[in-house]
């Protein structure tokens, strides 16, 4: 029997939405989960929120896949899915909390902040 480590994306997806082998998720958790919490991270700074935010998305890996939705590859998908949940995440964070909740320097994370929100204006 092959080792989940030896086992593509695809076919630890395929166990896990088959007959729910948590293992083979965890595994896909322990490959990209670095990957998402850093996109989520650069999103909204290192906070309690990001690592929600990434959580979020294995989360909506999980169900999609339960519904029986393939994705290859895999890290693509998730670092897409893990952005947009942060982004819409930061939308719904109000500026002084989120002063707050940054790397402790309010007037460095106003300056991130605006900066977004004309990133955001823009697209």
């Known amino acids: 029997m092959v080792g989940l480590e030896e086992r593509t994306d695809r076919e630890l997806l395929k166990a896990f939405a088959d007959v729910r082998d948590e293992a083979a998720f965890a595994e896909l958790v322990r490959r990209h989960g670095s990957l ?18 990434a959580q979020a998305a294995f989360l909506v890996l999980a169900q999609e896949a339960s519904r029986g939705q393939t994705f290859h590859p895999v890290a693509p ?14 939308k719904n964070i ?8 940054k790397h402790g320097n309010p007037a460095e994370d ?5 900066k977004e929100k004309t990133a955001q204006a823009a697209e």
Do not use: P, Q, Y
């Open 36 to 53: 998402v919490l850093g996109v989520c991270r650069r999103v909204l700074g290192r906070s309690a929120d990001a690592e929600d935010a």
């Open 77 to 90: 998908w998730l670092h897409r899915v893990g952005h947009g949940i942060a982004v819409n995440l930061l």
């Open 94 to 101: 109000s500026d002084g909390e989120l002063k707050r909740r």
């Open 110 to 114: 106003l300056k991130v902040l605006k």
